[in-house]
């Protein structure tokens, strides 16, 4: 059974910390992965895809770890705007499925 | 303009009733998906449709069957509503199967 796990929070971290979440897949035919953001009452929005080889975009670093199954993100110098759901995905090779974890809460206080 | 949009945002209905949701993507997108988010806000595919062809079909009552009349559109009707239906139903497109998904605002169910 394709799962993927994420740790639901929540996460409540001071404006200008740096925050990481993990998602961990089982499936180790997963050939694409996301990380999507869904505030309160809202569609998930995607934030970024992942790459082999990482990627960057501002302050969100996104890496995959293909040997122990998981992908991160990195959030640094956190604002308060960035108070929302992370939602990871993974994507098997040639499927159409998106697997969505359950989410990880992060609220970012003053 | 609105890439991905939903009708109806809000839709409360009584149990045993018949209810369709509308979706319509101007990305140019080949394909199209139905997902179902609970209460626990767990987001789980429930069809897909490339280039108006039926690709997934997960474990999903037949009450619900979903219809592609061009790849822009894609609804879903669902027969004989019972509580456990009431969710927020998003609906989403990419380019293809294989690229990244984009979804609409969603139509939150309430059966009662």
Same mark, same amino acid.
């Given at each position: 059974?394709?799962?993927?796990?994420?740790?639901?929070?929540?996460?409540?971290?001071?404006?200008?910390?740096?925050?990481?979440?993990?998602?961990?897949?089982?499936?180790?035919?997963?050939?694409?992965?996301?990380?999507?953001?869904?505030?309160?009452?809202?569609?998930? /929005? *995607?934030?970024? &895809?992942?790459?082999?080889?990482?990627? $960057?975009? +501002?302050?969100?670093?996104? %890496? =995959?770890?293909?040997?122990?199954?998981?992908?991160?993100?990195?959030?640094?110098?956190? /604002? *308060?705007?960035? &108070?929302?759901?992370?939602?990871?995905? $993974?994507? +098997?090779?040639?499927?159409? %499925? =998106?697997?969505?974890?359950?989410?990880?809460?992060?609220?970012?206080?003053? | 303009d609105t890439a991905?949009?939903?009708?109806?945002?809000?839709?409360?209905?009584?149990?045993?009733?018949?209810?369709?949701?509308?979706?319509?993507?101007n990305?140019?997108?080949?394909?199209?998906?139905?997902?179902?988010?609970?209460?626990?806000?767990?987001?789980?595919?429930?069809?897909?449709?490339?280039?108006?062809?039926?690709?997934?079909?997960?474990?999903?009552?037949?009450?619900?069957?979903?219809?592609?009349?061009?790849?822009?559109?894609?609804?879903?009707?669902?027969?004989?509503?019972?509580?456990?239906?009431?969710?927020?139903?998003?609906?989403?497109?990419?380019?293809?199967?294989?690229?990244?998904?984009?979804?609409?605002?969603?139509?939150?169910?309430?059966?009662?």
């Open positions: 059974r394709k799962e993927v796990e994420q740790d639901p929070g929540p996460f409540n971290v001071p404006e200008g910390a740096t925050v990481a979440f993990n998602c961990t897949y089982s499936n180790s035919a997963s050939q694409s992965f996301f990380w999507y953001r869904q505030d309160c009452r809202k569609e998930p /929005k *995607l934030l970024m &895809s992942v790459y082999s080889s990482g990627n $960057e975009d +501002g302050r969100f670093t996104a %890496q =995959l770890n293909r040997a122990s199954q998981y992908i991160s993100l990195l959030i640094r110098d956190s /604002k *308060l705007s960035d &108070s929302a759901t992370y939602l990871c995905a $993974e994507q +098997g090779a040639g499927s159409y %499925q =998106l697997t969505f974890g359950k989410g990880t809460k992060l609220s970012v206080i003053p | 991905v949009s939903q009708t109806p945002k809000y839709l409360v209905t009584q149990m045993g009733n018949d209810k369709s949701i509308k979706c319509e993507q990305l140019g997108h080949d394909t199209m998906y139905w997902y179902k988010q609970d209460s626990k806000k767990f987001l789980k595919i429930m069809f897909s449709y490339n280039n108006k062809e039926l690709i997934i079909n997960e474990t999903v009552p037949n009450r619900f069957s979903p219809k592609s009349p061009d790849k822009a559109h894609l609804n879903l009707h669902i027969n004989s509503l019972e509580l456990g239906d009431s969710a927020v139903y998003f609906c989403a497109s990419s380019q293809n199967g294989l690229a990244e998904q984009y979804f609409g605002p969603g139509t939150r169910l309430t059966v009662t």
